[in-house]
């Protein structure tokens, strides 16, 4: 049996369904903030400062895997209710909080690693959401638009294991734009109409793959089209890329080049 850790975000919906599609056993622990799954079977609402009761269940249900998908948020500790196990594991979760969303779900796993319990990628159960080499549109990167495009990997290559950055803007061999703590809509909201830039999403430095995937979806490539960029990078089997046939229909309309590297 396996379980899922499922938070917000559509990519959590995708991995259910597909789930249920292979007809596998699994048993959900509810992460999201208003209860989206409380309608699934064997699901469970618990609280991350429950680490024992959450341990528990695990072994109670002999899962020995279990995978995280969807935007887990970081929870207000103050607020938190802990059990023995949250009182000894807690203090290295709030340690992490100060670096980010992803550093808690890496401290959690750290935790069930400890546990005995083995953490496998989201992409585990939908590998078709990811992508090899290549480009996928009509539209193809110039020449420029690889000068570019370079200069952006380069900056991903040489970040220090810190960097929240998980996407910028790139445009005429600079970089415009990065990615802030809120994000990247966030981000392409603050540029200039007909920007002309490109998006470039590549995970950060010694990223565990397993989780916090760069994500892009429909809305992704309307944001890119509203503030008119060329197009979107993305890193070879190391994305997520929700609503696929969609995007790459919008992209091609659109005049987007959407290339994986």
Known sequence: MFGLFLGDTDFSKI???KVKTLNINYFIIDFSKNNR?????NSHKISIGKFGKIINLIKEKKSSKVLFAGKIAKPKFSSLRLDLKGI???PSVIKAAKLGD??????????????K?????????????????????????????????N???KYFNNSNTLDHVQALVVKDNKIIAKEGRLGTKKMLSQLKKNSGGILIKFPKKKQDLRIDLPTIGLQTLKDCNKYGLKGIVLKSKKNVFLDKIQCIKFANKSKIFISIR
């Open 88 to 90: 000894y594991y807690m």
């Open 151 to 153: 200069i952006g990997i």
């Open 117 to 149: 319990i083995k953490v496998i990628s989201s992409t585990y159960f939908n590998p078709e959401l990811t992508l090899k080499k290549g480009n996928f549109t009509k539209l193809k990167p110039s020449i420029n638009d690889n000068r570019s495009i």
């Open 102 to 115: 992803a550093a808690i779900i890496k401290a959690i796993i750290k935790i069930l690693n400890n546990e």
């Open 37 to 41: 799954f409380a309608k699934e079977k």
């Open 15 to 17: 991995v259910l369904k």
